[in-house]
């Protein structure tokens, strides 16, 4: 029997786009798989995880779903329910269980800088968008990554709402039924390692640590993420 090829499905996460997922785009769809790389609005975690939940139902066949960081909350809830998607992986991810916020999470565990990094700038009606502030966002977000590419990345990032990254996720997580893996980025400034480990374990992960690796592993790392990402699809497509 011919295994059907998954759809890979990547969500970025907050002060990024779909564009930090070209190196393993490339290598992805030069192994023969069919990717895309969903818009993740970060404008609410609810909103957000809707839109992804939509994208996926329009999706034939099986779907392999990788989100990095914020990213990692919004497939969280997203996937629930969804049996075409056969694995979750987490990059860098946050894995919430219900009632738990990005925010929360990130300031469980010391070691993270995400909080002197971000640089506020208010909207109309009370909400704020929140960037990681460029001057800080090569040492912070991006150690692993050359300084000119970093500071691409800085110039191109996208914001997300302080609403975002508060709200705690809400029902059933998916990786309570789905099998899921964990890329651990070892020298993490925003997502302390030890807050990923404990994740990690708590859903049962397949782990991956890669040393010395920032946030931004699967830039710096495209090779390791993906070999995960592969190996995810391996074990259950």
Request: hydrophobic share 45%; charged share 15%.
């Amino acid at each position: 029997m011919i295994r059907e090829s998954p759809t890979i499905v990547l969500v970025h996460g907050a002060f990024a786009d779909s564009s930090g997922f070209n190196a393993i785009t490339k290598r992805l769809v030069a192994d023969g798989f069919p990717v895309i790389a969903a818009p993740n609005p970060l404008r609410g975690l609810a909103s957000d995880a809707a839109q992804v939940k939509a994208l996926l139902a329009a999706i034939e066949g099986p779907i392999v779903l990788v989100g990095h960081s914020y990213g990692g909350a919004v497939i969280s809830t997203a996937a629930t329910g969804n049996r075409a998607v056969k694995a979750l992986v987490y990059l860098a991810a946050f894995v919430p269980e219900a009632g738990e916020s990005a925010k929360a999470l990130v300031e469980k565990f010391p070691g993270s800088t995400v909080g002197e990094s971000l640089k506020p700038v208010p909207l109309p009606g009370g909400q704020v968008d929140l960037y990681i502030d460029p001057g800080v966002f090569h040492s912070h977000f991006a150690a692993d990554v050359p300084a000119e590419e970093a500071t691409l990345f800085s110039i191109t990032q996208r914001p997300a709402t302080g609403q975002a990254l508060g709200e705690p996720a809400a029902g059933l997580q998916a990786w309570h039924t789905i099998p899921n893996y964990s890329l651990i980025s070892g020298a993490d400034r925003i997502i302390p390692p030890a807050a990923q480990e404990f994740m990690a374990q708590r859903s049962g992960a397949k782990v991956q640590l890669v040393e010395g690796a920032s946030h931004m592993v699967f830039v710096s790392r495209p090779g390791a993420t993906v070999a995960l990402i592969e190996k995810a699809v391996n074990e259950n497509v």
